[in-house]
């Protein structure tokens, strides 16, 4: 695609960036067959290849309208896009580039600026988000259905296994999976104590940043990954193996630190680091399929199996281009995977993508819950807590942490 950006971008960074990324598009529109919002939609504006011209168009000098902002606001940057091209563009940066500059031309209603404000400074603060669940839950008999079903019951912390082991990994706490879900974390900590590893935190640790930095909020974002460097580095120096991230949504944005942090001199060198120690649990523990295996083995010999449905969370399936290894410790710890159809596509989750689109959010919801059910599974797995909670909101089947479903398997707490 032939490019003239305009003088206001085209010198930055982030024109170079964008210039090299839209060069890249050659118009095929196959991102628009896998693009949740255009199936829903049916608009070109409301595709991938339709915002790659919108953006176009503002970085080379057309003013932003409210329009375009609506068409960039649908996108959940699930990066379904980014599987399906075969040419490579990297959607999902280009839309953060986007997003900024129409947000900095058009701006927001008094109302809209402020709930956006409220969901970058919340959501990432554990203790803020821990106390409005709590509070939540306690009126949550005259709360609107739709917000009451977005509140899950309280979970008892699980015990966490103490570290006695040589093989160390520490894993990000996040900021609304500790009170939405706590017994993630302390089960990904029991599974790893079966095979000699200890799974440690990080208590400086915090938000991986991804919250404020897609609400535009990217300087925010982008102090929340540095506060990360500086907890995770002074652990890797002293033996810890890897970063390890129970949540998808928080893997793809710290596999990203790299490049979110390129031009800071200060953190560059120490943010590749990071990016490169960080993988997805599943990831992990598929790597050490060899230790695990054999328990699980043991562990279902004689059991029948059952059968699940596994959503595969896009952070995983097509932000980190991970495949396969959450499915396969499944299978290996006595589950039958069900079918589920459209499976690349995402539920609506997408960050806060379900409190600011709902109702997109919940057609997405409604179609993926209806393909995790047409199996008639017992149960669901999944390997994000956004995707987690939102799932459960639309259904009476169990949904869990996939690491969950295996660390019952081997005994649990």
């Keep these: 695609m032939e490019t003239h950006l305009a003088d206001f971008i085209k010198d930055t960074p982030e024109g170079k960036e964008a ?11 196959f991102c628009t067959a896998t693009c949740p ?24 000098g057309t003013p932003a309208t409210a329009k375009t902002q609506l068409h960039l606001d649908r996108c959940l940057t699930c990066r379904s896009c980014e599987t399906t091209c075969p040419s490579g563009v990297e959607y999902g940066k280009l839309v953060d580039i986007g997003r900024k500059v129409v947000e900095t031309q058009v701006g927001r209603s008094p109302a809209e600026s402020l709930k956006r404000k409220a969901l970058a400074v919340g ?42 082991h040589a093989r160390r990994w520490v894993v990000l706490d996040g900021c609304v999976q500790p009170s939405l879900a706590p017994n993630i974390n302390a089960a990904a900590a029991r599974v790893l104590d079966r095979i000699g590893i200890s799974l440690m935190k990080a208590d400086r640790a915090g938000c991986c940043g991804a919250v404020a930095f897609h609400l535009n909020y990217q300087d925010e974002g982008r102090d929340a990954m540095r506060r990360n460097v500086d907890a995770w580095v002074p652990m890797l120096d002293t033996g810890i193996e890897a970063i390890a991230m129970t949540a998808s949504g928080c893997g793809s944005t710290v ?55 596994y959503h595969s969370p ?26 589920v159809p459209d499976g690349h596509l995402c539920c609506g989750s997408a960050g806060t993508y379900s409190l600011l ?57």
């Design 123 to 164: 959501l990432p603060n554990a203790g803020l988000f821990g106390a409005a669940l709590t509070a939540g839950r306690m009126v949550s008999g005259i709360l609107p259905a739709a917000l009451r079903k977005k509140i899950p019951p309280a979970q008892a912390a699980s015990p966490w296994p103490a570290a006695r």
């Design 37 to 60: 919002t255009y199936q829903l939609l049916g608009d070109e504006l409301d595709g991938p290849r339709g915002r790659i011209y919108l953006i176009k168009q503002v970085l080379e």
């Design 255 to 309: 596999k990203e630190y790299a490049h979110h942090l390129a031009n800071d001199s200060t953190y560059a060198a120490r943010a590749e680091r990071v990016s490169n120690a960080t993988k997805d649990l599943c990831e992990l523990l598929g790597a050490e399929s060899a230790r695990l295996t054999p328990l699980l083995e043991a562990a279902t010999t004689g059991r029948p199996r059952r059968k699940l449905a």
């Design 19 to 29: 210039d090299e990324i839209l060069r890249r598009c050659v118009h095929c529109g």
């Design 357 to 413: 689109q709902p109702e997109l959010s919940q057609q997405l919801l409604a179609n993926k819950v209806k393909a995790l059910e047409s199996g008639t599974p017992t149960g669901i797995a999944t390997a994000n807590i956004g995707c987690l909670t939102h799932i459960q909101s639309g259904t009476t089947t169990p949904i869990r942490h996939w690491v969950e479903w295996v660390d019952e398997v081997l005994g649990g707490h």
């Design 314 to 339: 896009c952070s995983l399936q097509h932000g980190q281009q991970v495949r396969g290894h959450a499915e396969a410790l499944l299978s290996a710890a006595g589950f039958d995977l069900t079918y």
